[in-house]
């Protein structure tokens, strides 16, 4: 298997253009989770979806960003507008299954720089 | 509410000498507990994990971790550090949760412990 897979692993952008990032999970994962790490926050999450429906967008910073799933093996966060302080390295992740033991498999990444 | 606490930001430790990441977790109900790996520029690895079967856990790259329930601990040790253990390394902790029929729940991490490893 592939492993999880995010395009564009780097994107730099300028202020109030729009940015979209991708993500491919794991074949057969039901759940697909989005991060954001910075040296400020840490890691956080943004949003994740079981079965292609979103759970809890709690951590979504605000109405810039978006995220859909329109199938289970695609999903996409979306920026607009961007702006500097949203540069940071954005994860995505999948699991399979229900229990709490099921680990997360991330993503390479995507570094996300706004000029 | 989950939540976990990583006591150390920075380790250092020579090569070939011991290494302990500290971590304390708190939550309502029964935990699942892993530990993550992070180098340089790269993403995520699953070191090791707990699942309330064998509280001392091996993981990958000779690490190992135990559960302590009445100290609320998970602290990650190695007997020998080598140079390619140096990274970033996440305690997590994830529970399920009630409000959603016991279905997908979210991993909590901690800040982080930077482990340099000298020669």
């Known amino acids: 298997d592939a492993g999880v897979i995010q395009s564009p692993r780097h994107e730099v952008t300028e202020m109030g253009q729009e940015v979209t990032l991708r993500c491919k999970p794991i074949s057969g994962h039901n759940s697909l989770f989005w991060y954001r790490q910075t040296m400020m926050r840490g890691l956080e999450l943004l949003i994740y979806f079981n079965n292609n429906v979103p759970i809890d967008d709690s951590g979504m910073p605000e109405d810039r960003f978006s995220a859909k799933m329109p199938n289970a093996s695609f999903s996409t966060l979306k920026i607009q507008p961007s702006e500097p302080r949203d540069s940071a390295v954005y994860f995505c992740?999948?699991?399979?299954?229900?229990?709490?033991?099921?680990?997360?498999?991330f993503g390479p990444g995507t570094r996300l720089t706004v000029l | 509410a989950q939540s976990v606490t990583q006591l150390d930001s920075h380790v250092s430790v020579s090569e070939g000498t011991p290494v302990l990441l500290r971590c304390n977790y708190s939550s309502s109900y029964s935990p699942s507990l892993f530990w993550y790996v992070q180098h340089p520029n790269k993403g995520l690895q699953l070191l090791l994990k707990y699942t309330s079967a064998a509280t001392l856990v091996k993981g990958i790259n000779g690490f190992e971790a135990e559960f302590k329930k009445s100290e609320t601990s998970f602290h990650l040790t190695k007997p020998s550090a080598h140079m390619s253990d140096a990274a970033e390394y996440f305690c997590v902790v994830s529970a399920p949760r009630p409000d959603y029929g016991g279905a997908t729940n979210k991993l909590i991490f901690g800040t982080g412990t930077l482990l340099a490893v000298q020669p």
């Open positions: 992740a999948s699991r399979g299954g229900q229990k709490t033991y099921n680990e997360q498999f």
